[in-house]
Nanobody
Framework: QLRLVESGGGSVQAGGSLRLSCAAS????????MVWFRQPPGKEREWVAS???????NILNSIKSRFTISKDNAKNTLFLQMNSLKPDDTAMYSC????????????????WGQGTQVTVSS
């Protein structure tokens, strides 16, 4: 059983930066895809970024100039570096994982963290 715990959210002004972390424990995540999703207030959850077990990354086109996904295998931790934040980035950010190839569909993931809130003010 893989356990995921996010941290690093908070309130920032537009133009600021945040680094989200997702610590994995309880089972090896070798061979796992790890992803970030976000759910803005009143909207559907959307895929943000993913990283394959081999390190290949994929990021939502509309944010790829500002966000970076990475992971530290030694620390079993997934990161999302968010720069030049905008009010539209306000959302609950959640990490998820599952064995195999990454997908942008939320229902493909068995393991989820509890989420961390990001609020960007103008």
């Amino acid at each position: 059983q893989l356990r995921l715990v996010e941290s690093g959210g908070g309130s920032v002004q537009a133009g600021g930066s945040l680094r989200l972390s997702c610590a994995a424990s309880g089972a090896t995540h070798v061979g796992y895809c790890m992803v970030w999703f976000r759910q803005p207030p009143g909207k559907e959850r959307e895929w943000v970024a993913s990283i394959e077990s081999d390190g290949t990354t994929n990021i939502l086109n509309s944010i790829k100039s500002r966000f970076t996904i990475s992971k530290d295998n030694a620390k079993n931790t997934l990161f999302l570096q968010m720069n030049s934040l905008k009010p539209d980035d306000t959302a609950m950010y959640s990490c998820a994982a599952d064995y195999g190839i990454c997908s942008t569909g939320q229902y493909e993931y068995k393991y989820w963290g509890q989420g961390t809130q990001v609020t960007v003010s103008s």
